[in-house]
């Protein structure tokens, strides 16, 4: 039997997006921006700080990094745990040691089972984005409009009990939304998103409630996908993540323009006391360098709104 | 193609010794063209029941935003490298991006890139396709390039590399002269169809980006370095005195991957490398395949392939 003759229709075949949630911006077309201090290259750092139920659910999917034995896994479970009590408290350490700031991505199971590490992330003077409630709190199409609203106003206000204000940001769970999913967050009083991973730089995404910012997101320069997936070593990500800052100041200079450099980073993989020295050196040396600007995720959207509209 | 057989029978067999050299114009040994794919994948695609599109239930916005990556910032970026180093693309076309985004498919032929066809989106799958429905593909293909570029497609690279039994002889009857769906040979040669000549244009799967990425899961560094020692066997081959005289080498390259920030210095090495070398002829598949059509190539390759028929009966 042949395809049906639906396949060879084009209904959205028309100039710009086959979706209205942004229209095309050739990176040649854009005004330049210019970030604080005329530092060319905004560094964003951004740590998965998660908490995986021993009991994992595979609807819609089940995450990233969730559990893999048969009931219960407690090779997972605890080698994720580790992440949260030694691994982060290790980023923490190296981030103070070289004088950034990182926007952490926190699941709000985290906020409710230990506050403390609320705590030690704000007096570090790191920024907070809400992350879902937990590992099991995957967000697709194929979940209702209420249940996947339920997740972002819980995890939304779980984490601004602990906090004392509300999150501006939001990440999803392996960066996966439904279709709604920009129009739930700005209902839910969302300024950003970190989700796409499309552009160097923001966007604004238009929903019927209003629009809000997509902060770039590389999910290549992380090391989940770049040591966890492509098995590459803590001394070929240093290599990588150079080479990236390396073009993007030479861009910049020919462009006159600034550009973004996102680094995505997980406790339980990179908190590991053998990565840590190499990405200790890898932090110093782009700290140290003249061209970095290290921006929380709010203060990027702060620098680029003005300049964008 | 022989459908149904275990050998598809598409083309004879030919070693890589004793063959009747080729040439290359101004004696060059490695004809060398790089293959960029400019794609449009659909947030949504009506489903084919041989193969889904997305692993996640739509809309899988990292799969998405990755490819839409390539033609909001990393197109760009790929392009002026290419341009920098004087290499030409040919262009793997998602024939709508014609519609979508007509300013990237301008700026690739304004720098004189040619265009072959790679269906109309790579997220519309060959598979199931009646004949009348592949005869629909490839005439929206040659009519859709030929409105936006003036160019009148030459080759063809199946969408997602999904094919029908009869669409090499069906691209052949419509006139074009070359496949890069075969990978069977770093040299052209003939393709068995039922009318026309059709070239196999040597594409390596192997070197393609993505495979290196995430296939073999290569640093950018172990890629770049992958790809010129690609070139450098593929020359020296081609100088051997015994050898089969002029090579080809194809570097398919997705902007998505090759020119993130991380991977495009490092590929900048390898253009750079290739460029200095001087054994290259730095090139488009459709002149390859218009030079080994016209400079008794092709005979000469189906006469070797005919001694060995004999040979071998």
Known sequence: MSLDSAYLEYPKRHEGMDHGLYTPSPMPSRKPVAWPGGKPVAVTLLVNLEWFPITPEDKPFRAPGHMVTPYPDFRHYTAREYGTRVGFYRLLDAFAKAGVTATIAVNSAIAERYPSIIADILGAGHEIIAHATDMNATIASTLDEDAERAIITQARDTLAQVMGKAPRGWQSIARSQSFDTPRLLVEAGFDYMCDWVNDDLPWVATTDAGTITSVPFNHELSDRQMIAVQQHSMDSVAVQIEDALDWLKAEAAQYGAGRVLPFTLTPYITGLPYRMDAFEALLGRMASDEATWFASAGQLVDAWKPQAV | ?313
Request: aromatic letters at 12%; glycine letters at 8%; charged letters at 25%.
């Open chain 2, 1 to 313: 193609m022989r459908e149904g057989e275990k050998d598809p029978g598409l083309y004879d067999f030919r070693p890589y010794r004793d063959r009747t050299k080729l040439e290359w114009p101004g004696g060059k040994k490695v004809a060398v063209w790089v293959s960029p794919n400019l794609e449009f994948y659909e947030i949504d695609p009506p489903a084919n029941p041989h193969r889904k599109s997305w692993p996640k239930p739509h809309p899988d916005i990292v799969g998405y935003g990755h490819r839409d990556y390539a033609n909001r910032v990393a197109h760009w970026r790929m392009a002026e490298v290419m341009e920098k180093h004087g290499f030409k693309g040919s262009v793997s076309l998602s024939v709508a991006l014609c519609q979508h985004h007509p300013d990237v498919v301008a700026n690739a032929n304004d720098l004189g890139w040619e265009f072959f066809s790679h269906g109309i989106y790579n997220t519309r799958y060959s598979y199931g396709m009646d004949e009348a429905q592949e005869r629909a593909i490839i005439e929206d293909s040659i009519r859709t390039v030929r409105d936006a570029t003036g160019q009148t497609i030459k080759g063809w690279l199946a969408p997602a590399l999904t094919h029908t039994p009869r669409t090499l002889d069906l691209i052949a009857e419509y006139g074009m002269t070359y496949t890069c769906d075969l990978y069977h040979d770093d040299q052209p040669a003939p393709v068995r169809v039922k009318s026309g000549k059709l070239v196999s244009m040597p594409y390596s799967i192997e070197v393609n980006d993505h495979y290196g990425f995430f296939v073999y899961n290569m640093s950018p560094r172990e890629y770049a370095e992958t790809l010129m020692r690609q070139y450098d066997r593929l020359a020296a081959e081609a100088e051997a005195r015994d050898g089969p005289g002029g090579t080809v080498m194809c570097i398919p390259l997705h902007s998505y991957l090759i020119a993130q920030p991380h991977r495009i210095g490092p590929f900048e090495d390898v253009l750079r490398h290739i460029a200095a070398d001087g054994r290259a002829w730095i090139t488009r598949s459709g002149d390859i395949a218009d030079h080994f059509l016209s400079s008794g190539g092709y005979d000469a390759v189906a006469a070797d392939a005919a001694r060995y028929a004999k040979a071998d009966a």
